[in-house]
């Protein structure tokens, strides 16, 4: 029986980057250790059970190239094994605090068995290179590893420069054929933003496709003729993408979708925050501050501040029958788009990856359901990554997409408002003189290259979105903020030196120890 349809599961790993040597310790470095312990490292040993089992799965995933740097940085990878020591030892000693209570007995001794196999995996069977064991999958034919633009700027908001633009998505793909020795076939846009015109920068650097929100497939010219379940061609010929409404929400939502199931284990009820300070202080905040250790013994219970103990076989239980009707709506929704548009449609499915695992304790269990059966239980939707997509419809509609992103209310308010606007006058200025410094210094060596390739840097991290997007929600603005000034400071320090043509290197070594991601960079990028 052939197929009637198909589905892209579509996720998005990223996090900015955070990485401060000159502390021995800092808080927002966890961000990317609990990511790696929930998220990245549990999807590996979901693929390695895949293929395992001889299961033949297609899944599209992008890694962020300031992921992907942060994956790569020896000091990150020494902390993060320092981090592991720590977890391992704080579960040790939840297995004795909680050796006359059952239930969450057998939870302390499956956060250490979490722990400990994570430790033992990093250090022996990855041999600490987590990107290459991503890259193992893609050589297979099971990934398809796309890439982003570099710091995930939000390029609608850059674009009063065409070079810092081109510049995000020229480093991001530089970085991608560094770690994976291939071109990208597709872009994550950083939050599915998209301004008409982005595409040709796309095709120059030859990318083949990209994503955006449903609306900007929809409300498309001229109006795309098989709604958001289709490829369709941009007029410079680059593939766009549209997300599926319909089956985000099941999963997105924490209110109406599966991750607020009953079953499911609560993300807010941690050790960190319900123990004894003293007995937890060795393993929070540098500064004291409770922060989340990632071991939780509730379930989510109800909306009630009463919340009873976290069981994880009937959270699997209940997150195989979630794939299940997860499946289930994508068969019956393949058969009415089948039967309507006389070709197979596409169903493409985007999520942050982060969701799976870290937000969402069993969305990575969810995904391997899923996928088996996909793959053992009907014939009616199909995995397919866009890419292979294109080659069952070579042919296609062309538009220009809308103005749009996947952000709240759908165009760029969450990255433009009250609480970031005055980041982009500071941007665009220096976006200008990286601009006129690198065509004024074309042809540059030694200490002035060194200076330009770091300016370049210092540009980048502070066009991530991420500080804005954080601004606007409250969560860490602070440090956004701060994170944006010093990025900005250090740029016009060193633009200083240029311009006044005197180099202080102990300054410059600094700024290249701490910001040092992105080390193939060259300052030529800015240039048109």
Known sequence: MMEKGYLALVLHAHLPFVRHPEYEEFLEERWFFE?????????????????????????????????????????????????????????????????????????????????????NKFLGAYSQNILGEFKKYQDRGNLEIITCAATHGFLPLLSVNQEAVKAQVRVGINSYRKFFAANPKGIWLPECAYFEGLDKFLKEEGIKYFLTETHGVLFARPRPKFGVYSSYYTKNRVAVFGRDHESSKSVWSAVEGYPGDYEYREYYRDIGFDLDYDYVRPYISPCGTRIFTGIKYYRISGETLHKEPYCPERAAQKAASHAGNFMFNREKQAEHLHSLLGRKPIIVA???????????????????????????????????????????YPRNQVINPAPSSWGWKGYYEVWLNGSNDWVYPHLHRAQEKMIEAAKRHALSNGLKERTLNQMARELLLAQSSDWAFMMKTGAFSEYASKKTVVHLERFHLLNSYLEKGFYNLEVLEDIERKDNLFPEIHYSVYQS
């Open 350 to 392: 985007p999520y942050d990856a982060e969701l799976f695992g870290h937000w969402w304790f069993e969305g990575v269990q969810w995904i391997n359901f899923l996928i088996r059966k996909i793959c053992y239980d009907q014939n009616t939707v199909k995995l397919i990554t866009p890419f292979n997509y294109l080659k069952v």
């Open 35 to 119: 990511a790696l312990c929930e998220t990245y490292i549990p999807f590996l040993e979901m693929c390695e059970g895949l293929v395992q089992d001889g299961v033949d799965f297609s899944l599209t995933l992008n890694l962020s190239p300031s992921l992907c740097n942060m994956m790569a940085d020896d000091l990150l990878k020494s902390r993060y094994l320092r981090y592991l020591d720590r977890m391992v030892q704080l579960s040790e000693k939840e297995i004795e605090r909680n050796r006359f209570n059952p239930d969450f007995h057998k939870l302390a001794l499956m956060y250490y068995h979490r722990f400990s196999r994570m430790r």
